[in-house]
């Protein structure tokens, strides 16, 4: 009796570890999981990247909207991170994923490689 007792509460724990709700990804660190960067700029006042620290996705700031910047290849989940520069009529984002040292330059509203 006691091995019946046993056996079907291993498979109950089971059946409830399965159907348990997924949880997210953890933050990376206290920073959190996102983050935004901007920069003034003459012509737009400023200009802002949102991007997700693990994925790398990214998003532009255009007309009080965040816009999707798509990726031209999918990118590993790392620990990324933007740097934004202001430039007098404009502003230069770049992009590095902290583990492997690869890096992308922000032109004409698409990540390009710089390796």
Not at 22 to 48: E, K, L, N, S
Not at 54 to 71: C, H, L, N
Not at 88 to 99: C, M
Request: glycine letters at 6%; aromatic letters at 10%; proline letters at 5%.
């Amino acid at each position: 009796m006691n091995r019946l007792l046993f056996a079907i509460l291993l498979i109950a724990q089971g059946f409830f570890l399965s159907v348990a709700p997924a949880r997210c990804d953890p933050a990376p660190d206290a920073q959190g999981r996102f983050d935004i960067v901007a920069a003034p700029t003459a012509v737009t006042d400023w200009a802002g990247v949102k991007y997700d620290r693990v994925t790398g996705q990214t998003w532009i700031a255009v007309k009080g909207k965040w816009s999707m910047i798509e990726e031209k290849d999918d990118l590993p989940k790392s620990i990324y991170k933007i740097i934004i520069i202001p430039l007098s009529n404009d502003f230069e984002a770049v992009r590095i994923d902290t583990h492997s040292g690869k890096s992308w330059r922000l032109r004409g509203g698409k990540w390009q490689s710089m390796d």
